[in-house]
């Protein structure tokens, strides 16, 4: 699976940011220069694929067994804005030892303060030069499925059905499944290829939204403010400062939710903020989202006018409402888990994937380990042993597939 590779790092060097104050679909033009790029090997391994308007790739491998159930497998081209994504330098290090990984000579990554390295101990990894993130979220995804793709092409005597494949853009900013075209992708459930340590399942994920918010000041020479000026900038530190301060991502785990500011920016006169509020519990979800109205009812209340305007945006749900009812499909992939050697292993997502958005719309969509680690930042990283093994775990579901 050399290929497996030099694909993965070729992908990690396009530059496919998306950009959440963009008001364009999707949000960043580049992103379309790996679509096309994906369109390309598809097309030559002898696929019927197409890049639609909106940047997302599909392709069909027909099925050669009657009965055999249609299965998908999903993956977003974008990487987060969250850290600088361009002129990605991928490095190899073979057969890691558990020492710390230095990548640069201002940053390197201490397996006492990072743990996950632990669990790739003695694999060859792929991390950055400290520079920027790598991008294995989500192109291990996209790379594990165009291996699957390029296997069942060149095997024709494996049985199987209909097989679907989409590649998505904008996931990172919360709306890659806006414009999935339900019509053609007729998987009878899918995957997304979106989660972190290979063997693992997931099927229950953050309810999510997102808070955008704009301060209004009062600007006046600061010789002659006393008692006239409104500091914008300092209105945003208040608002934040009235928040729950232990609901921050860096305080919280496992099942507990958060708010989290992505952006802050401004001056004197107008300054605005963006947040992303996370939490499994539907209840809790709402009730933080209503934190966010209480802060902005008091604050302009304060002052006297429309200091605060805010707008909260729902971007998907919790997928396991839905999938505790179809749990065969956890099933399959537990099994095949199992198959390749692996032990399965669930636990809650403490983020979303596009396949939370496609099982409310009616595509039971779990997601499923690539082997990246450390998402969103210079010190992600990615095991080859890991994604080899998820190429597997894959080919095995779409085997165990094909018996009903």
Excluded: W
Excluded at 175 to 201: L, M
């Amino acid at each position: 699976m050399e290929r497996l590779i030099e694909r993965f790092i070729r992908y990690t060097k396009v530059d496919t940011q998306s950009d959440h104050e963009s008001n364009t679909f999707p949000s960043t033009e580049k992103q379309k220069d790996l679509s096309r790029m994906l369109l390309a090997e598809l097309k030559a391994i002898g696929l019927p694929a197409f890049l639609d308007d909106y940047g997302y790739v599909y392709a069909k491998i027909d099925k050669n067994k009657e009965g055999a159930r249609a299965i998908g497998f999903v993956a977003h081209v974008d990487t987060s804005p969250d850290a600088p994504g361009k002129d990605v330098n991928p490095r190899i290090i073979k057969n890691y030892d558990g020492s710390t990984i230095k990548l640069n000579s201002e940053l390197s990554m201490d397996p006492d303060k990072f743990p996950s390295l632990s669990r790739v101990i003695g694999d060859d990894i792929i991390v950055t030069d400290g520079k920027t993130l790598l991008g294995a979220d989500d192109k291990c995804g996209v790379a594990e499925i165009m291996e699957l793709a390029e296997y069942f092409v060149a095997h024709p005597e494996e049985k199987h059905g209909d097989i679907y494949i989409c590649f998505t853009p904008d996931e990172e900013i919360g709306n890659g499944a806006n414009h999935f075209d339900y019509d053609y992708f007729k998987a009878d459930f899918a995957y997304t290829a979106d989660g972190s340590e290979v063997g693992g399942i997931e099927y229950e994920n953050f309810n999510a939204a997102s808070a955008d918010l704009t301060f209004i000041g009062k600007s006046i020479h600061p010789g002659s403010a006393k008692n006239k000026l409104i500091n914008a900038l300092l209105l945003a530190m208040e608002f934040q400062n009235m928040l729950p301060q232990f609901k921050n991502p860096a305080f919280t785990e496992k099942y507990e939710g958060f708010n989290h500011l992505t952006n802050l920016k401004g001056e004197v006169e107008k300054a605005s903020s963006h947040y992303i509020i996370r939490n499994h519990d539907m209840k809790l979800f709402t009730e933080q989202k209503q934190e966010f109205e209480v802060v902005k009812d008091y604050m302009n209340k304060k002052y006297g006018y429309a200091a605060v305007e805010l707008k909260i945006t729902d971007s998907y749900f919790n997928m396991f409402e839905v999938i505790k009812d179809h749990m065969h499909i956890i099933e399959l992939a537990q099994k095949a888990i199992s198959n390749v050697g692996l032990t399965p292993h669930a636990e809650p997502i403490r983020g979303g994937t596009d396949g939370a958005r496609l099982t409310y719309e009616g595509l039971l969509c779990p997601n499923l380990g690539t082997g990246g680690y450390q998402f969103h930042g210079r010190l992600e990283f990615a095991s080859i042993n890991q994604m080899k093994k998820a190429v597997e775990v894959l080919i095995e579901i779409v085997r165990l597939g094909s018996t009903k």
